[in-house]
């Protein structure tokens, strides 16, 4: 059995920093100790650097169909993209097509990622058909380790549920221990302004965000959190971007209600000034809910400090500028939905740590510990501590790199950060003690990575 020793670095966690050697065994972490006293087979100096856990992203799509075309990543460019920005688990979400069940829609995904993956990978369900069916379908997957469900209050008739669908997946949620994912926007109401704004001649992408308006999006978060009320069940509401909706969650947190929230780094970095780039340049920002005018994130950093929102994940959905984002041109409806960032998370992040808007075990709180908890992998992920998995990134905390899709690694043509210049760089990355980036060279491979079970949500208590 080789012992591999990370030596000499700042071992940062969700709840301390400490200067620390850390001893691998066996693909997991073995013991922490002082520098200097242990010794092992292999040694990698950390000498001036960051030790940290890999990051958990809790919202990927990798090849999801969507708009008439796919999302560019595949399990296999994407999780090597994940590997490269020090990410060690992405939980991606399997999809339900309507007439169809969940098992069918889970099998599916299992045989998109199964072998192709370079790190390990969950499944959370999308529940787009809630019927009798689907309902018991919903114990058997908590059984076998898929125990969050995303339901959609947008995008009527392809994932769509009503007040009613939702109401009794949250009921059945609160029977079987599974966590109920909400995107959280009145897509009833937005379908409506869409309609008139096309009417007007309202093409361009920048309408997209005009339409998909704050206050409808904070309509559908108060509605989601009162029916979870009802139903006896905890909600975490997925990529919040409004203000008014994070001052939602805040009440009911403040109410004592089990309520979540995650923000991406899309909605904490960029603004609708992306979304009215003009030559269409804009459809490369949209995503739903949509990027919003810039005094929002000034609200999700503040939402991200008190933990009235406990998760950064990137809700990874590329598509290409050329060939898929331009299927929109002329109607900015048609345009896919969803941006790239799943390798460009933890620097953000870190980044977020330099600019001081987040402490550095915040930093590691938010995109390892939390998600890992919130998701039932806790502590075999997020976390340094004996009994891990030794999922661990060595960060240069002093590295300086443009971010740029001329050397990003994501399967896709433009990245949404062009040009931005970020502090910090991952250096190396284990999953489960083997490295997968050694010294920024990949050295990982598709397969290795395997499906990994859940337990329901340990964020509760
Ligand atoms: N977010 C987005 O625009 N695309 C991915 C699908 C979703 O998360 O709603
Ligand atoms: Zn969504
Ligand atoms: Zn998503």
């Not at 897509?187 to 869409?194: N, P, Q, T, Y």
């Not at 309520?259 to 739903?288: H, I, M, R, W």
């Not at 790239?340 to 001081?356: F, I, K, T, W, Y």
């Not at 920024?440 to 499906?451: P, Q």
Request: contains cysteine; proline residues 4%; aromatic residues 8%.
């Amino acid at each position: 059995m080789t012992r591999t020793l990370i030596h000499g670095g700042l071992v940062i966690t969700a709840s301390d920093e400490v200067h620390a050697d850390v001893l691998i065994e066996d693909g997991r972490i073995a013991a922490l100790a002082a520098p200097g006293v242990l010794t092992a087979d292999r040694t990698i100096d950390a000498t001036g650097k960051y030790v940290i856990p890999g990051g958990v992203d809790a919202h990927t799509h990798m090849e999801l169909p969507f708009g008439g075309t796919f999302a560019s990543d595949t399990f296999e460019t994407g999780t090597r993209a994940a590997a490269w920005g020090g990410t060690t688990t992405i939980i991606d979400f399997a999809v339900q097509s309507v007439g169809h069940g969940l098992r069918e829609g889970l099998d599916a995904w299992h045989a998109k990622a199964e072998g192709n993956c370079a790190i390990d990978y969950g499944f959370h369900m999308i529940v787009s058909d809630v019927n009798e069916d689907t309902l018991k379908e919903m114990d058997l997957l908590v059984e076998e380790g898929v125990t969050s469900f995303k339901q959609f209050m947008a995008y009527p008739g392809v994932f769509y549920s009503d007040d009613g669908q939702i109401l009794r997946a949250m009921q059945r949620s609160a029977d079987n221990g599974g966590l109920i994912m909400m995107h959280a926007e009145n897509g009833i109401a937005i379908d409506v302004l869409v309609e008139q704004a096309l009417a007007r001649g309202e093409t361009d992408p920048r309408y997209h965000g005009e339409v998909r308006k704050a206050l409808l999006e904070a309509e559908a978060t108060h509605r989601a959190i009162r029916l979870a009320q009802v139903a006896g069940a905890p909600l975490y509401v997925v990529h919040v971007s409004a203000m008014e909706a994070v001052a939602e969650l805040a009440r009911a947190r403040d109410e004592g209600l089990p309520v979540f929230g995650e923000t991406c780094p899309q909605y904490l970095f960029l603004s609708t000034d992306n979304l009215a780039e003009p030559d269409f340049e804009g459809a490369k920002y949209v995503c739903s809910t949509p990027l919003r005018p810039r005094e929002h994130q000034a609200k999700l950093w503040q939402g991200l400090r008190t933990n009235d929102l406990q998760v950064v994940s990137t809700d990874h959905c590329p598509f290409c500028f050329t060939g898929q984002k331009d299927l929109g041109r002329g109607d900015f409806s048609k345009i896919p939905n969803g941006l790239p960032g799943v390798e460009n998370r933890m620097d953000l992040l870190h980044q977020a740590v330099v600019d001081g808007h987040i402490s550095r075990r915040r930093w590691i709180e938010i995109a390892c510990a939390t998600p890992a908890r919130m998701f039932g992998l806790y502590p075999k992920k997020g976390t340094i501590a004996p009994g891990a998995d030794a999922d661990v990134v060595i960060y240069d905390p002093h590295a300086e790199q443009v971010l740029s899709a001329e050397t990003h690694h994501m399967n896709v043509d433009y990245s949404a950060y062009e040009g931005r210049r970020v502090t910090g760089r991952v250096e190396t990355v284990l999953s489960r003690g083997v490295p997968v980036v050694t010294e920024r060279e990949y050295t990982g491979h598709a397969g290795h990575g395997v499906f990994t079970p859940r337990s329901t949500c340990q964020y509760l208590n």
